[in-house]
């Protein structure tokens, strides 16, 4: 596939500047990528911290191995799915991906961490996998959803419109260690690294959850706020 021509106006970097806070922001959003284009790689990819790539058509993310010091991706509105992982980016602190295709948390999730383990700001509104009133989830999905995505990154701040708070965060580490996961593996089906390491969606993994959390329902009464 040949690069797309990319309009000048759009590319929001100044060159030669690095040392420029604008010189580090690339958008690239509203531009009917289906990929990042090799050239835009290869010329911004040194110093690029700040990346928009909303609204295209993207669906895979390997490119962004180039990008050695982004802190923030903006990926919104992308036909994105649980199949598309990031590659290391330890430096990332913010990603956006609401509005993409993600129906499955595992094992996005868990690789997700391991390619971006200092994330502090998540959003991942408007996916499937992100159970809301806007897409039929009922609010103990959502607490659920939210709670085993805190606990799977220490350092979350601010997950989807809300900040991540002390409570929710000690909520999410006393459900979702190890022990009580392995409760939900039934004698001779398979070990707890099965469960992990399958697609599996988020309402199929709820409905495993429902007679555990039943009893150990979270008092939600401040978790939300």
């Not at 790689?41 to 295209?56: A, G, P, Q």
Request: net charge neutral; charged share 20%; proline share 8%.
């Amino acid at each position: 596939m040949t690069d797309p021509t990319i309009p000048p106006e759009v590319i929001k970097v100044t060159e030669g500047q690095p040392d420029n806070d604008d010189s580090t922001k690339l958008t690239l959003a509203y531009e009917n990528l289906y990929e990042l284009p090799r050239t835009i790689v290869e010329r911004f990819s040194d110093y690029i911290k700040y990346l928009d790539i909303s609204h295209n058509k993207i669906t895979c993310l390997d490119a962004l191995v180039h990008f050695k010091h982004l802190t923030s991706l903006i990926a919104d509105h992308n036909p994105i799915t649980e199949n598309c992982f990031l590659p290391p980016l330890p430096k990332l602190d913010l990603l956006w991906l609401n509005h993409c295709k993600i129906s499955s948390l595992f094992p996005w999730v868990s690789k997700l961490k391991e390619s971006c383990p200092n994330l502090q700001h998540l959003c991942l509104m408007g996916n499937p996998a992100a159970p809301s009133y806007f897409n039929g989830g009922t609010f103990y999905e959502y607490l659920q959803y939210r709670l085993f995505v805190i606990s799977q990154f220490p350092s979350l701040n601010h997950l989807d419109d809300r900040k991540v708070t002390e409570d929710q965060r000690a909520e999410a580490q006393r459900l979702y260690k190890r022990p009580f996961f392995e409760r939900i593996i039934k004698p001779g089906s398979g070990s707890f690294s099965q469960l992990v390491h399958s697609s599996v969606t988020w309402s199929g993994f709820q409905n495993k959850l429902t007679t555990l959390l039943g009893k150990d329902k979270p008092n939600d009464r401040n978790l939300m706020i």
